[in-house]
């Protein structure tokens, strides 16, 4: 790969080898996921845009990964605006199309943490860091994985609703 450029995740589908692409600085968006043959040829690509560490495959020929979500918030206690990286969980259809499922903005509110002020992005502070996402086929769900604040959602994976909150406080768990 090129210096710039990290490949962090692999799956193997059939006789392909899929891998995740994105700037290791994430100073742009290049996000990719890209299916090789077991010769090392690529011989596809999906663009991922705001992707970052991992993806993942399911046997509904879809595929997930997180995303950043980058927007300015009022810090009412401090009174000012900054700008602060969140994340979202995208879905890529078997038709082609992308859907976000799920988008932490809408569930959460930004609290100030230890990893505030990480120099991660140079885009705004790092508030969730999405590190890690998984299928559960049993459940048809994904457990997505928010390092920062430490919580792990269970998504429905159809829907994005999410299933259970889980985190050293408490839990939530739908009534379904």
Request: no cysteine.
């Amino acid at each position: 790969l090129e210096d710039d450029r990290i490949a962090v995740d692999v799956h193997i589908q059939g006789d392909s080898i899929l891998h995740i692409v994105f700037a290791a600085e994430f100073t742009e968006d290049i996000g990719e996921i890209r299916w090789l043959n077991l010769s090392g040829e690529q011989t596809a690509t999906l663009r991922t845009e705001g992707a970052h560490h991992v993806f993942e495959p399911t046997e509904h020929g879809t595929i997930a990964w997180p995303a950043v979500d980058i927007r300015d918030w009022y810090d009412e206690k401090r009174d000012e605006t900054i700008t602060i990286v969140g994340d979202r969980l995208m879905e890529s259809q078997p038709d082609g199309t992308t859907v976000e499922l799920f988008n932490i903005w809408d569930h959460e509110d930004p609290t100030r943490h230890d990893q505030w002020h990480a120099a991660f992005y140079e885009q705004g502070f790092d508030w969730t860091h999405a590190n890690g996402v998984h299928y559960s086929p049993e459940r048809d769900s994904y457990l997505l994985s928010l390092g920062h604040i430490d919580t792990i959602y269970e998504l429905d994976r159809t829907t994005g609703t999410p299933l259970q909150r889980i985190n050293n406080d408490w839990v939530l768990r739908s009534s379904t």
